[in-house]
């Protein structure tokens, strides 16, 4: 058994009977009206190093980031996790990597995206035939449940029935790029987060003493890692970033998801997840943004 734990920006297309997926609005490189109204997303996976048996990713897009982990008061940890990117497109009409998770479960059960995440088609969305999509992912089978993540979302493809050793296998129409993970036979699932958002482990630039003060400046600018400091000090760009819902639309009308109607993710259960990376996030209170959330049909 293992789960995909889902974060940020993407539509799942499963509520109704026919093919049942999940796309990823494209965010990158420049995305919105303007560049500066909704900062760079990145589609990417991240799994813990120790999980990781083997790969072929594309190697520019695969990245080790060290993340600092609080085992008990005053005692800390740091823990490996590789960043699988997925790569930018080079316009934005090219197809969307096709994103294999191994599941042989032929049953797709929906426990609560109909209620625990905003619903795309009452703002008037129409899914283009062909979206702007940086991923494609199919889900065959296994349950789907939202959970609270922060003030965010989070959704959780569980998989019960699977190929072992677990391969993820990634496709731009070339070649087929893969991730294998070692046979996982734990009290607890084995963890994947697919996360399309800002880079939430980005250093950060934090203002001098001076600069906080009103005094003269003259000090040095110290550069703090978001060990140090709260997500709120990541850009998070001027609009909310669900208007990236856009990408798939019909006719691309941006003021459609300027203003969506988000359920009180107070209302739904904790997240449960052993993944280093959220648990980082998570104990920085870096998480997503609400507005950067999942969307159902």
Known sequence: MYAVNFIGLNYFNACTVGQRDVLT???TPGSGKDD???????????IDEDLCADDDWWPEQKHVRPVRLEI???????????????????????????????????????????NGLPKLQTMGFVL????????KIPL?????????????????????????PITITAHDGKKARRVMLKKSDGPLPAEIV????????????????????????????????ATSVAGSMHNHGSAGHFVLYAKLDKDRNEQKFESPKLPD????KGAPFSNAYLAYLSSLEETPDPPCSGGCC
């Open 194 to 225: 697919f996360s399309n958002t800002v880079d939430l482990l980005a250093p950060l630039v934090m203002p001098t003493q001076s600069q906080n003060m009103g005094v003269a400046s003259g000090g040095t600018m110290p550069v703090m890692h």
């Open 72 to 114: 008990k008061l005053g005692e800390f940890r740091t823990a490996n996790v590789i960043e699988f990117r997925i790569p930018a497109k080079p316009d934005q009409y090219t197809e969307p990597v096709d994103l294999h998770f191994p599941c042989r479960d032929r049953t797709l059960t929906n426990l609560n995206l109909d």
């Open 128 to 135: 283009d035939d062909r979206p702007d999509a940086i991923a």
């Open 25 to 27: 609005p494209n965010g």
């Open 140 to 164: 065959p089978g296994g349950t789907l449940e939202v959970f609270r993540f922060g003030g965010a979302t989070l959704v959780r493809w569980l998989i019960s029935d699977h190929d072992d």
């Open 36 to 46: 500066d109204q909704v900062p760079e997303h990145f589609a990417s996976l991240f």
């Open 265 to 268: 993710p107070m209302k739904l």
